[in-house]
């Protein structure tokens, strides 16, 4: 079945940097999902990278602080930029493999800890 | 506006069936999904059902749609402690693009 590769899996921080994951995914997708999940909460899309477009945001995330890069079908970035305690969270990409009837495939997270 | 419910926490015992459930507040939701996710891990594709289905079977897994009253549940039967986790129920919206997520229920398997 497909898969979609994501590092770092964790990372400590110090507060004010930037931190940059990354996601691979082994097919072509069109659209491919940021999502973070806050410690014992669900999960929230942070926005939808599109190939060859902007990304869209959802409402209360903003692109100066989660910019995304999606420069091929397979592959994307999202950084999340002057890091603060609050940024501490799990950050999940996902992308509809095979269709959107089939559900989508989730990335292994990425656990960020801000110091 | 897109909102989805789950109780909280299920505790159940080992080779008991478990019945989570969930409800959802968007009516052109097309799809809908059940995910499980373990500690430290990232999210598991349980299962998923249509909006025209009523009921979906797999294995140890059913899944129950009520479209009016918009609930769905699953069932575990023959609960094992290797089905402990969080258990996320979601739906798709604006024609699929997106997921809305359930809080979560925690599912805990006494043996």
């Known amino acids: 079945s497909a898969v979609i590769s994501q590092k770092p899996s964790r990372d400590i921080c110090q507060r004010g940097t930037s931190l940059t994951i990354q996601c691979q995914v082994d097919s072509q997708v069109t659209m491919m999902f940021w999502y973070r999940q806050q410690p014992g909460q669900s999960l929230t899309l942070i926005a939808t990278a599109n190939q060859g477009s902007e990304a869209t945001y959802e409402s209360g995330f903003v692109i100066d602080k989660f910019p995304i890069s999606r420069p091929n079908l397979t592959f994307s970035t999202l950084t999340v930029s002057n890091m603060s305690p609050e940024d501490s969270s799990i950050y999940l990409c996902?992308?509809?493999?095979?269709?959107?009837?089939?559900?989508?495939?989730f990335g292994s997270g990425t656990r960020l800890t801000v110091v | 506006g897109e909102d989805v419910e789950q109780s909280l926490f299920l505790s159940v015992r080992e080779g008991d069936s478990s019945v989570i459930n969930c409800t959802y507040t968007?009516?052109?939701?097309?799809?809908l999904y059940w995910y499980k996710q373990e500690p430290g891990a990232g999210l598991q594709l349980l299962t998923y059902i249509f909006s025209n289905m009523d009921m979906k079977q797999d294995q140890r897994l059913t899944v129950l749609l009520n479209k009016k009253d918009k609930h769905l549940s699953l069932r575990i039967a023959d609960t094992q402690t290797g089905d402990s986790a969080i258990y996320f129920c979601a739906e798709s919206v604006k024609d699929g693009n997106k997921l809305v997520f359930g809080a979560g229920t925690i599912l805990r398997v006494k043996s």
């Open positions: 968007d009516s052109s939701s097309t799809y």
């Open positions: 996902s992308a509809a493999v095979h269709s959107r009837s089939r559900g989508y495939t």
